[in-house]
């Protein structure tokens, strides 16, 4: 079983719409979570990061923590094409050399 | 404002040859990552720098070599490709519990 989950879609959704994408983990090591926006042929792009369990809201985006699930999510309001893209998990524990863990990502289309 | 950089932007190769994929960074980050990115599979670390003049295995590090080159300048070596290879392979670099910055990768091919 991986360290890290996430669902590789492809999750299709219309302009507009409220997305949600989410990721469980199995180590409870992990204290730093991000989420990364990745484009067809171009490399992985920093959208959120958060340390421990709680909310965190930046413009569209809201990335939430539940360590006692083991559990994180990433919300896009409003989502629009240019969100169209695979998004990544990743996560990290205290110290180690700062290595990630990454999920699989899920691929995002929205369609207008 | 270029982050990080990697050359060759795409590379075929034939089996048994060998090549070096080059990183360089312009963030005065300390440490610097390899990792491969295959379907359904993610991104998995193969090699990494936490500081100048030091290097560690990731999770897939056979078949790789590394050099930290100095503190900008991190590369990848195949010495005898395989099949096996065929991946597309980012660099990434940070700072402290920074979040890594990656570039755009290389896309290599072993037939």
């Known amino acids: 079983q991986k360290e890290v989950e996430q669902d590789p879609g492809p999750l299709s959704v219309p302009e507009g719409a409220i997305v949600s994408l989410n990721c469980t983990y199995s180590n409870s090591a992990f204290q730093y979570f991000m989420w990364y926006r990745q484009y067809s042929r171009k490399g992985p792009e920093l959208l959120m990061y958060?340390?421990?369990?709680g909310n965190k809201e930046d413009g569209r985006f809201t990335a939430q923590v539940d360590k006692s699930s083991k559990y994180i999510s990433l919300f896009i309001r409003d989502s629009q094409p240019s969100d169209s893209a695979t998004y990544l998990c990743?996560?990290?524990?205290?110290?180690?050399?700062?290595?990630?863990?990454f999920g699989t990502g899920t691929q995002l289309k929205v369609e207008l | 404002n270029a982050g990080v950089t990697q050359t060759p932007k795409f590379q075929v190769l034939k089996t048994g040859q060998s090549m070096t994929l080059q990183c360089a960074q312009d963030?005065?980050?300390?440490?610097m990552y390899w990792y491969r990115q295959d379907p359904g599979m993610g991104l998995r670390l193969i090699y990494y720098?936490?500081?100048?003049?030091?290097?560690d295995k990731g999770e897939v590090p056979n078949g790789y070599n590394v050099s930290r080159l100095n503190k900008r300048e991190f590369s990848l070596r195949l010495e005898s490709a395989a099949p096996s290879q065929t991946s597309v392979y980012f660099c990434?670099?940070?700072?402290?519990?920074?979040?890594?910055?990656f570039g755009d990768g290389t896309r290599l091919s072993i037939l």
């Open positions: 990434a670099s940070t700072q402290a519990n920074q979040p890594q910055h």
């Open positions: 720098s936490a500081s100048e003049g030091t290097t």
């Open positions: 963030m005065n980050h300390n440490s």
């Open positions: 958060t340390y421990s369990s």
């Open positions: 990743a996560m990290r524990r205290t110290g180690g050399g700062n290595k990630l863990t």
